[in-house]
């Protein structure tokens, strides 16, 4: 039986493009007839333009360009700039804004092959009231935020690759409540031009994708170099068990769920390692609210001036508010503490390839709380490591939920191979 | 006799009008008739509104209400945006572009009571291709670049304070070629949201003005706190002159002026040290070009994908041209690298409080070369250490050039004290 084309994995699309099996139109077109039955209920779309995506599909097959993207559909969270679709950052404030230019990742995807299919619905400025997305795996539940229609999209076989961003878990949460691989890369090597900054020295982009090959040939792409095949790894990755000071906010079948697959990787050759960090780095956690605040506030003084009245209560009470009590001092205290420890997170890889902690505490929730289990991510995303999530548990009620890798900053290549052995192995 | 309104500092400015001395529409109105009368000849200015600056300084003094630098006129960058003014970031290719929204600093200067003025001359995507910008002093020669007509217009009275970027010598170069008081802050303190990226590793705003304590003001101002004023010095600094391994390429003329200045800042009771920094430090010249140009052309794939040929040649050639050619390895390197000497930097100020260098190597050239003496800007920058050039020096034909000062990481307040005082000092 034939797969559905929009089933189908970023490097399956190229390679069945590339030898002729089917063209660029045709995978277009199994996306968007899944997007017609499949939207009414899921709600991960904010901008959708079928005929402009499937002109562009037929200009591809025309071209024969390839590319390590050709013809590979791909969506963007609505914080990223495009010429041709309006961006509204998820916010009443910006409804119907034209950027007027591609962000850099939506110019590098197209100069690749990809193919624009539309705008993903983002939580208000990437942050708490939240769109209309929901789980596919059970509308009752949220799929998570901020990057809810990308992980949302991707998990329904709408879209095989998805941009989203990370300022705290909103890569990470939304794959692993969803059911895909995520990924938030090291932070700094991606350029964010014409993306919506939320806090520019946590933010990175993130992707979402149902295989650790299509990141890792997408996060190449991103970064505008030629794409290079994971590396095999020889022998099984020494994994270090990071429970964390956040271990005890993980719910008891997750924390049975990690503690299994961490007998299985033993079982197939993995060294796992109790990993402890030294007590400081739980300063992580609070350093990175007066961080991301201070920053958020600052960054969105023309809404808060001008459109106060038009910005959820619950920024307001939370980022916002944290960011006008937060004084340039404990701020800049926080980020030293975060350069420090990230300098000291880059010696601490001796006896581990890999880390390893669940990629969100619990099942995604039923309802609407798209930002459950904030405090899993901070320390991590504070400390600018590369995190890939693999969709590998099913949770008490059979929703999925993620186990999640980190590696060495810029090692994000060594997080794909041994990750990509864990995905084997776990299924 | 009353000096006229154009040629006060935003200081005195706001101390004017506080005090009931003048009106802010009495300011602005300065500042457009100096701008009517001189603009012909210097162009610094790419938009300019003068109805829409008029009344929002009547508006400012009816409402009354105040603010850091209330009533006081300034002037942007023109890569920066505004929701009620065209970006246009120098190219053609985004002429008559609305960004529809400010960007932080501009939101948070008129929340501070700031008057924007207009837009002021950028070098094209802030890089090679010149704007029609001349310098005030001498109008055969080049303002410097890229923030060209930032530093003319404050140099020129027609307004007292602007905004310009850096990301190698922008606002410190056409600063000191001007004979203005300019500022490099520590990188990564205020948000660049709604400012055009050029290199975000090496980004960071500027500030023009026409005294210390103008700049310590603006500065607080961007940074959304509570302005302080600058504290006094209880004891006269130690300096370390550090020549680097660029002083061959200072004219000699200007390395003459910077001695005698050392001689005159020991009389008057300075601590002059001869500062080295280790020899790895050489490197960040280098390191500064690759990491640039990688940022670079990968921040711009829209305009190279889709109008390169509304590309300046200079570009083409030189930013472009790197970016393209550079590895993705190498650009880590050289990141890592800049990132491992910026800890190191932080180490080595147990025997000075400020470090000197000259402004520019040598006056603005005839002509129209604005990026002349870019190699003394490149390892600084990349350090990321607040710096400030002072127009204490004239060149061999009477052009000015400015002493430069660094301070640690994060110590601007130190270093805008101790500026402070080497000012007095020198005139």
Request: aromatic share 8%; charged share 20%; net charge negative.
């Amino acid at each position: 039986m034939v797969r559905p084309r929009n089933e189908l994995t970023a490097t399956e699309i190229v390679a069945g493009i590339g030898s002729g099996q089917f063209t660029a139109e045709a995978v277009m077109r199994a996306c968007l007839d899944r997007i017609e039955t499949r939207e009414p209920e899921v709600a991960a779309w904010t901008y959708l333009n079928p005929d402009q995506a499937l002109a562009s599909a037929r200009q591809f097959d025309r071209d024969g360009k390839g590319g390590p993207i050709g013809g590979v559909p791909f969506g963007i969270k609505d914080i990223i700039d495009t010429a041709d679709m309006p961006t509204e950052w998820g916010s009443p404030i910006h409804k119907g804004r034209q950027a007027g230019r591609d962000a850099a990742c939506v110019a590098l995807s197209r100069k690749a092959g990809g193919l624009l299919l539309g705008k993903a619905v983002t939580t208000e400025l990437a942050n708490r009231r939240v769109g209309p997305t929901r789980n596919p795996h059970d509308v009752t539940r949220t799929p998570g935020g901020s990057s809810s229609g990308s992980a949302a999209a991707v998990a329904d076989f709408m879209v095989p690759l998805a941009i989203g961003t990370q300022t705290t878990g909103s890569t990470i949460r939304p794959s692993s409540f969803c059911g895909i691989v995520g990924y938030r890369p090291t932070w700094g090597e991606h350029r964010l031009h014409g993306v919506m900054e939320a806090s520019g020295s946590l933010d990175t982009l993130g992707i979402c994708a149902r295989s650790v090959d299509d990141v890792a040939l997408y996060r190449d792409v991103l970064l505008g170099i030629e794409p290079q095949p994971i590396p095999e790894t020889s022998v099984p990755p020494r994994i270090g068990f990071c429970r964390t000071h956040i271990w005890p906010k993980v719910a008891s079948s997750t924390q049975a769920l990690v503690e299994d697959a961490a007998q299985t990787l033993a079982k197939n050759g993995a060294t796992i390692i109790d990993a402890e960090l030294p007590d400081e780095f739980a300063e992580l956690t609070d350093a990175h609210r007066w961080i991301s605040s201070f920053e958020f506030v600052r960054t969105f003084t023309w809404e808060i001036e001008n459109h106060r009245d038009r910005i959820g209560d619950g920024i307001l009470a939370n980022r916002i508010a944290d960011g006008l009590a937060g004084s340039f001092d404990r701020y800049i205290e926080k980020w030293s503490l975060a350069e420090r420890l990230r300098l000291k997170m880059d010696s601490l890889w001796q006896d581990c390839d890999v880390l390893m902690t669940p990629g969100a505490t619990d099942e995604a929730p039923v309802g609407w709380d798209a930002f459950a289990g904030a405090d899993l991510y901070k320390m991590w995303t504070a400390l600018h490591v590369p995190a890939i999530t693999l969709p590998v548990f099913r949770g008490p009620t059979g929703m999925p939920i993620g186990l999640q890798f980190f590696a060495r900053r810029h090692a994000d290549r060594t997080l794909f191979a041994h990750a990509r052995w864990a995905h084997r192995v776990l299924g």
